[in-house]
C-alpha cells in the first residue's frame, strides 16, 4: 500500500508574510512538519508542492520537491484544485495532506492514524482539537440546555478539525472528492500540537512554545 505525503506550499502569504519560510526555532516554518514526515515509519514518499524552485536547497533530506503551475497560488485557489493536481500526477494508494502551519504535530500522532487506516477499521482520519466547554452554533447552544447548565467536567464535548493532516484513499478523493470519508479516525490532539499558524499572534505563540522547550531541565 503506497503512502504518499504532501505539503502544498506558497510563499505570497497575505496574513503573515512569508510565514512559510520565516525562521522557527531556527529552520524556515515549513521544515518542522517536513521532518517529521520523514520519520513517520510507512510512508514511502514525502512532497512539497510549491511553484518556486527556489525552495529546494531549504528542504530536509528525504524530501521531494514537485512544481506547481504558479495558477494555484491564488489567493482565490481552492483547495480541492490543489489536491486535484497532485494527485494527477503523483500515484498513491493512500494520501497524508499535512499542513506547514502546523509545526508541533508529532511522527507518532500521524503514525498512530496512518495504522488506524491502513488496517482498514477507517477509510481516513484527519487531526481534531476536543473543546470541552459551552460552545454556540447559529444563535443557539451546541452541547447544552439554557434551562438544564451541567458542569463542564460533564458536558458533551465538540471536536474541532485542526487541518494539521488528512489521510485518505486515492478513491476516496478521486472517486468522491472527500478527505474524510464515512468511517474516519478522529487524531485527538492538545492544544500545543493541534496549533495552526493562521495569524501573527500564532506565530508568536508558537514561537513561545518552542523557546520553552530549549530551556534548561
Known sequence: MKTVAFVPIRLNSQRVAGKNLRPLDGSPLMCHILKTLTEVEGIDEVYVFCSDEGIRALLPEGVRLLLRDPSLDSDTTLGREIYDSF??????DLYILAHATSPFIRAATLADALGKVRSGEYDSAFSAEKIQTFA??????????????????????????????????????????RRIGDRPYMAVVDRIEGLDIDYPEDFAMAEIIAASRNLPG
Open 87 to 92: 494527485t494527477a500526477r503523483v500515484g498513491a
Open 136 to 177: 454556540w452554533f447559529e444563535g443557539r447552544p451546541l452541547n447544552y440546555a439554557l434551562d438544564n447548565i451541567p458542569r463542564t467536567q460533564t458536558i458533551e464535548p465538540v471536536y474541532i478539525e485542526t487541518s494539521a493532516f488528512f489521510i485518505f484513499s486515492r478513491e476516496l478523493w478521486c472517486g468522491r472528492g
